[in-house]
């Protein structure tokens, strides 16, 4: 891995932040947004406890408080604005420093507000300036001002930022950043620009090393998954771009996956999102071929009406994802498949939604992620003239989330009495005495075992279900 000047310009900050610190200060992070956010808030913390800091689940009792923010709905404004509201106190009686950084603040309209009305929060940064986290930090420790560090263009892709994971068995693994789908409804590629990906050797290094220390499922993470190196390939084509000989051996998603299922120690491999447009023959064989991927396949489907798709600029009709789900359940044995709904977009019809209901009934999805449209600042759908009423989209709503519970209900029958291969992830946190783990489904099952069976791939016999969990009995701890 090569570690550019800018990062080892930051590693001088660390250093600098660290001996300030000269006893150990307390951090408090919140993470808003989808897991690439998620991934985003380890750097965070891996950059803080580099610097002396170590974490603390309360505000009241940390030196510096962390916003890492989304901005893909407006729920996640109303969050960010009522927690402020709660630290301007904290803030008042002690001298806390606080940041706030993520896609949100890439919106120049929040920016704006945060300057006109929460005046004392002290560092601002990008997604595109996360590697600058300590030279921001210790900016605003040394010179005591207020720190606005957000770049609109995009952002290189920074190899070799500490890094502090969440879990020390399933770790997520950025491959790309930004996104170019520009999809009408959607704010993700105004505040993480155009589509980059990492290095494959990169990728491989990290999750060779993560195999070594005992990680056993990786999560690669993109917008759009499976258009990895796709920018890259076509500027070499073109003649933009210098072949180096960097992509010889991994020049697409397909080849990626063939790779990563080749490490030793990993056992699972999952991705989020792949986009059904750009789901080729070679990734569903890739999919078919590899023993550590997990069939259940994220494909988010938004609408189920051409019309709509349309619309939304998605790029395929309702017959192309069906015929594509078809294919895909007929070249991959035991594949099931969740996938994401919008429901309300702008001039969305009935007709258009019972689409969506009949594409779903269809399907019979594992798991649906549904959503109430909601307007986005900058985007093609907010300025489009026929927005539907929120009551109509709540109705919608309503009918969709009756419709795909009884279709989990009807699913989880067809668990009880198979024997399913179980990642052991801890505690229930219901029950402590009882075990939970998840499916290669990535369904959550309950059970009783002991604790040395965390970390383990068990097989349990499924015994009941309860909607959001399976009961399970354990037959073989191999
Ligand atoms: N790149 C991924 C996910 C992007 S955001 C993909 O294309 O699937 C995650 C989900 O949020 C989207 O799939 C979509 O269903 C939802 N979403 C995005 N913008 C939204 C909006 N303005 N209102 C409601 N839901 C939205
Ligand atoms: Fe948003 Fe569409 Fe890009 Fe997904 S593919 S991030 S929905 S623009
Ligand atoms: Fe939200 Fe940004 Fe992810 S807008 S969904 S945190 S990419």
Redo the contacts with the bound molecule.
Sequence with gaps: MYTSKEIQEQKNYINKVKKLNNKKLKYSILT??????ENDSEKICGMLEEMNYIPSNDFEDADIVIF?????REN?EDKLFGKLGELKKIKETKGIIIAIG???MQEKHITQKLHESYPFVDIIFG?HTLHKFPEDLYKALIENKKIDDILDIDGKIYEGLPIKRSSNFQAQVTIMNGCNNFCSYC??PY??GRERSRDPEDIINEIKQLAKDGYKEVTLLG?NVNSYLRVEMEEIKNGKRKDTGKYDKINSFAKLLREINKIDGIERIRFVSPHPKDFTDDVIEAIRDCDKICKLIHLPLQSGSTNMLKIMNRKYTKEQYLDLVKKMKKEIPNLVLSTDIIVGFAGETDEDFEDTLDVVRQVKFEQVYMFIYSRRVGTPGDKMKNQIPEEIKHKRFDKLKALVESQIQENNQKYVGTIQKVLVEGPSKNNKDMLTGRTDSNKVVVFEGKQDLIQKIIDLKIVSEHMWYLKGKIINEG
């Excluded at 890492?68 to 893909?72: D, P, R, S």
């Design positions: 808003m947004g989808c897991q690439l956010n890492n923010t989304c901005c893909v996640a993520g896609c949100m997604t704010i993700v505040v993480r917008q």
